[in-house]
């Protein structure tokens, strides 16, 4: 398959018929396409391959999830009106965001623990990403760290998403790291200062942080390494070291004690030095590792004179990440941070939240023009795309159907994943008589 240029507005033209003829030329041969088109089948297709832990955390929703329910409701309350006899040969999925025109207004959402999925976790999706000039917003919460997530893509368009620490010192190392790997923006998090209710990680008592996956980021950073060093040398014997409940009981034995300890320690190089397993397995560092985390991963007192921080700690454009309600919106472009994302985390931390759909056009109503406004949270394919564009969205953000396509076929999954959604709206956009992004509008819908 062809590539596109990172920031090439003329590179995405015409990728409804590259994409449909790319796949009907290659069914002759008996070939289909690596991961299924529709969004739905795309979704019943992971959870067959996904272990049922992995498909549980990235599926699942917050309580009885009727939060991602609405989400995807809230597109059910809005149609698309066709105005055909347009000439609509050349279209544009081109956009301005943060002062660069990128060739379509996706981005890839941050995804935390993508090696459930798939060993190359975010290496993959990045260099899938990057083959269709799609920026993708690595996560806090990666497999790898930032710096080698940029090396798999050299030059591609990238964010890096912060979750903010209870540590400011360790806040401060990562955004200077992302700065210093060539991140272009840092999208601050602001709706994870308490894990929520996620009712099918909680019947299955499985969070995969416990078993020293997704915190790359963090034992990769000179800061959060000294952290450790410092919790271990204090420990007064053994078996503080070993307990990763947090609330200091003793950690039964059993064989899924054994394979979450050979997990940790599996990922213990950067703390221990050493590659080898039983070195790792010796060592308290690991275990301590992921006690460390679960301490300072998060605050409840994060507040929004907490915020200025933030400059003082990189010269990145700050978007805010977790914005629901329009007066916060009207805080966001107050605080003079660079942009703001709606989103209710795909419905991951609260239930009953409002759907973020609802919202947009309030809120691009109150801060658009002033700063860019990022859309997720329900966005499924092209369609739902334009439908988020003309209610007053900038760019919107695709979350679990990418997370899906590499579970199932990896980078290439990915890659047809993106290619897929870009290739609906681009088609979207035509028969609904359009010739460029910038025309959606609310003339384009009809509420229903």
Not at 115 to 137: C, N
Not at 370 to 389: E, H, Y
Request: charged residues 20%; glycine residues 8%.
């Amino acid at each position: 398959m062809s590539t596109v240029a990172p920031n090439d507005p003329a590179a995405a033209r015409g990728i409804s018929r590259r994409t449909q003829s790319d796949i009907f030329r290659a069914g002759i041969s008996g070939a289909r396409p690596a991961v299924p088109v529709d969004a739905r089948r795309l979704d019943a297709a992971a959870e067959a391959v996904l272990s049922t832990e992995a498909y549980a955390y990235i599926a699942g929703g917050a309580g009885s999830e009727q939060t991602v329910i609405a989400n995807r409701s809230a597109f059910d309350r809005w149609q698309l009106w066709p105005r055909p006899l347009h000439e609509v040969s050349s279209r544009d999925l081109s956009v301005d965001f943060l002062g660069c025109t990128r060739p379509t207004p996706l981005l890839l959402a941050p995804l935390g623990v993508m090696e459930l999925v798939h060993p190359e976790a975010d290496l993959a999706v990045a260099r899938a990403a990057a083959s269709v000039g799609v920026p993708y917003t690595v996560s806090n919460q990666a497999s790898f760290p930032l710096e080698r997530i940029a090396q798999s893509a050299p030059g591609a368009p990238r964010l890096f998403q912060l979750y903010w620490s209870a540590s400011d010192e360790l806040n401060a190392s990562l955004l200077s790291r992302a700065e210093a790997a060539g991140y272009e923006a840092i999208v601050v998090t602001l709706d994870t200062h308490l894990l929520g209710w996620r009712t099918r990680d909680l019947d299955l008592a499985y969070l995969p942080f416990t078993r020293g996956m997704g915190i790359a980021q963090y034992t990769s950073d000179p800061v959060f390494q000294e952290l450790v060093k410092q919790r271990a040398s204090a420990a007064s014997d053994t078996s503080d070291t070993s307990d990763t409940s947090g609330e200091g009981k003793a950690v039964r034995v059993t064989p899924k004690t054994i394979a979450a300890g050979i997990s940790i320690a599996r990922r213990g190089t950067s703390l221990t030095g050493s590659r080898s397993l039983r070195d790792n397995l010796r060592s308290p560092l690991p275990r301590v590792a992921v006690e460390t985390f679960l301490d300072v991963f998060s605050t409840p007192t994060l507040t929004w004179d907490d915020l200025a921080k933030a400059r003082e700690w990189t010269s990145l454009p700050i978007i805010l990440k977790g914005i629901v309600h329009p007066d916060d919106a009207e805080r966001t472009a107050d605080a003079g941070v660079d942009g703001i994302w709606i989103s209710n985390h795909g419905g991951r931390q609260i239930d009953r939240s409002v759907p973020t759909l609802d919202v947009l056009p309030e809120i691009s109503e109150r801060v658009g023009g002033r700063m860019p406004v990022v859309f997720d949270s329900g966005i499924r394919s092209g369609a739902d795309a334009a439908i988020a564009l003309a209610l007053g969205a900038d760019v919107v953000a695709l979350g679990r159907p990418y997370a899906y396509g590499l579970g199932i076929a990896g980078e290439q999954g990915v890659r047809e994943v993106i290619r897929n959604v870009l290739a609906e709206l681009d088609i979207t956009l035509g028969l609904a008589g359009l010739t460029s992004v910038g025309e959606l509008d609310r003339d384009a819908l009809r509420a229903v």
